[in-house]
């Protein structure tokens, strides 16, 4: 993302979608994101709250439009409390229904369907809505001003010219930036600038799914998670009429004719593998369209380098699935990557919009405060995503272990206690933005 030396009007927020024209940057632009949308919201989250205090930046976007890939996002208090500081968690909870609880049952197969165990069943004291990932980007992208992502700029290669940066894209054209941010996912080059290590595999991967009803589908509003056989499938609606559902498991399992699983044999596995679940499930993921059915492997960032790792160098770090890949097994993946894109918004509003004193020591003097600014954000966010990313990776471990030890303890202690802790976790207060005090 790139942020430009000019001070945005309160006339020129919010003017609607983004166009694919770049901004007419004269001379260096302040902030560059490096973003691959591709229905991520690290990207775009962060310009969106720089510009409500003023500051313009520049999403630097690989594909020719602004992709939409995945259904949905389960949203916890945390993610709502940071759309609410943007001013559009309002028209967001309009098209999704709160989610009052967290079911989790495990089935046996060689026992009846009636037989089935109820582990955990938890009512929610705080906010939990299920949001579809197209409403939520273009929501945040129309917050942000005409051309503020610019579209077709593949990043491959970062250099340094004095303290700024120099981004050159795949076109043969270079940017000069003053800040550099990496919101470009697992496969990050800004992560790799840094010398972060690369994202590893869990050992499981995902199916999921999306499902329009024509009518109220009438399944209760609570996430529920069924375990069988080391295979975790889950569902949460959307809204009256929508369902959003996950499978997840180990991809040795998964047996299909070419190197990549097609949409049906993705289909036939989950349902074949769910069969001591409740009818509905079946229903519900045979009613899905092939093009609403996707698979992913798994990947997370080793908790040690999240805390040892050069989050931040200089005028550079990293953010979103760059910054903190995680297991989707706390939902908190695109949570955390709005509440980060709150408090980065506010280390860098605090140190663009702090005056510095002098005018001959004004070039330097703002290095500096970026800076400080980006090295309070890393203070901020790496023992948060630290223990995120862990705890998310040890409630899929134990989740899906079908050792007899671990699925005792699960169903008579852990299954509980992992529920409020996923609340607990939710709880988390990312802060509001205001403009400091020159």
């Not at 939409?68 to 996002?73: D, M």
């Not at 089935?107 to 089935?116: L, T, V």
């Not at 180990?250 to 949409?263: C, L, M, N, R, V």
């Amino acid at each position: 993302m790139a942020i430009s030396p000019q001070i945005l009007g309160p006339a020129e927020m919010g003017v609607g979608l983004p166009v694919p024209e770049p901004i007419p940057w004269d001379g260096n632009p302040r902030i560059i994101r490096c973003g691959d949308c591709n229905g991520k919201i690290g990207p775009v989250s962060p310009c969106c709250h720089l510009c409500r205090l003023g500051i313009r930046s520049l999403v630097l976007e690989s594909s020719e439009n602004l992709r939409i890939t995945g259904f949905a996002l389960t949203m916890w208090t945390n993610a709502w409390r940071a759309l609410d500081a943007l001013g559009i968690g309002d028209s967001l909870r309009k098209n999704s229904v709160q989610i009052h609880g967290y079911q989790l049952a495990s089935a046996n197969s060689n026992q009846p369907a009636s037989q089935r165990s109820s582990e955990a069943n938890v009512k929610f004291k705080f906010e939990n809505r299920c949001v579809r990932r197209k409403m939520l980007l273009e929501t945040l992208a129309g917050e942000l001003p005409a051309g503020t992502i610019r579209f077709s700029s593949k990043v491959v290669l970062i250099e340094e010219s004095g303290k700024f940066k120099l981004v050159h894209l795949a076109d043969g054209s270079v940017i000069k930036t003053k800040v550099l941010i990496g919101c470009d996912g697992v496969h990050s080059i800004v992560a790799k600038w840094l010398g972060l290590q690369d994202a590893v595999s869990c050992g499981r991967s995902s199916i999921r799914g999306f499902v329009n009803y024509p009518n109220p589908h009438g399944y209760e509003p609570k996430i529920h998670v069924h375990l069988e056989g080391g295979v975790r499938y889950g569902l949460i609606p959307c809204s009256d009429t929508s369902v959003y559902w996950a499978c997840t498991f180990d991809p040795s399992i998964f047996k299909h004719a070419g190197e990549e699983p097609t949409p049906a044999e993705m289909k036939q596995f989950v349902v074949a593998n769910v069969r001591s679940a409740p009818m509905q499930v079946s229903d519900v993921v045979g009613r899905t369209e092939l093009d609403f059915i996707n698979y992913a492997p798994l990947k997370l960032r080793l908790p040690w380098n999240i805390l040892l790792g050069n989050i931040q160098k200089n005028n550079v770090c990293v953010a979103g699935d760059a910054f903190h890949p995680m297991t989707p097994d706390l939902g908190q993946g695109g949570c955390s990557a709005l509440e980060g894109g709150v408090v980065l918004a506010r280390c860098l509003g605090e140190a663009l919009l702090t005056k510095t004193k002098g005018h001959e020591e004004a070039k330097d003097g703002e290095f500096a405060q970026i800076e400080k600014g980006l090295e309070k954000y890393v203070r901020e966010r790496r023992w948060r995503c630290f223990s995120l990313v862990s705890v998310a990776y040890l409630f899929g471990l134990v989740q899906q272990n079908e050792g007899k030890l671990i699925s005792y303890l699960r169903k008579k202690f852990l299954s509980n206690y992992f529920a409020t802790t996923m609340v607990k976790m939710a709880d988390f207060e990312c802060g509001e933005l205001s403009a400091p005090v020159p």
